[in-house]
C-alpha cells in the first residue's frame, strides 16, 4: 500500500517529530469505523426493524 503526501504536510510531519505511519493507520482506522457505521445506519434505513411479537408483555415486565 502506498500513501502520498503533499511535499508540505510530509515536511510539517518532519519538522513536528509525526509517525507518518502510525499517524495514517490511526487515521485509516477512523474513516473505516466511520464508514462502517454510515453504511450500517444506511442500511437500517433502508429496512428497518419490524416490531416482533411478544415485546408488550417483556417491556411491561422490565418497568416492574
Known sequence: ???SL???LAAQARRLNVNV???AREGIRA???QARADS???AY???PEAAADGWDAAEAW???
Open 6 to 8: 503533499d511535499d508540505e
Open 62 to 64: 422490565g418497568d416492574r
Open 40 to 42: 450500517d445506519r444506511e
Open 1 to 3: 500500500t502506498t500513501i
Open 31 to 33: 474513516a473505516v469505523r
Open 21 to 23: 505511519s502510525s499517524a
Open 45 to 47: 434505513i433502508r429496512h
